[in-house]
């Protein structure tokens, strides 16, 4: 039921090329898997990736509180398995870690040595959550190395 009503609101919003939100977009994939219509899935997929007026592209986020090396690592991967871009910020670079109050599963990453800040979606408030920890035992960890 909840299936057909989504399918019923996206489609009067048209075809997948006349889509342009990502969440759309995002339940036209959701709708396509349910129905199991692969092909329109995996259409749906590679505008998820690389949507014409934006790139999406997986991103991983490492927070890594090693006694040796508390940093953290961002990083791209293009479609083709390829490494696109990387940062790696010693944990006293990072300025803040701020909550987007629209989307329970986004944070902003604001750094010192970087001109461009992040705005990191998560794929649930979990992972926002564990984000969230990860930086408070940083910030921890590195008021008793300057202390």
Known sequence: MVGLKLNN???KKGSLQNLTDYWDVATFFEISVLAQDYSKAI???EVLILEPTKVF???YLQVNQDEDSKNVHVYNVCRKGKLQHEWLFPAHHI???S???RDVRAVFLYVTE???DFHIF???ETQRQ???KSRQKLKAAIQRLMS
């Open 9 to 11: 609101l996206i489609g």
């Open 43 to 45: 259409q749906a997929a």
């Open 57 to 59: 592209v997986p991103s």
């Open 95 to 97: 300025k803040g870690v």
């Open 99 to 101: 909550l987007y109050k």
């Open 114 to 116: 970087n001109a461009d």
């Open 122 to 124: 998560f794929s649930s």
């Open 130 to 132: 564990l984000l969230q």
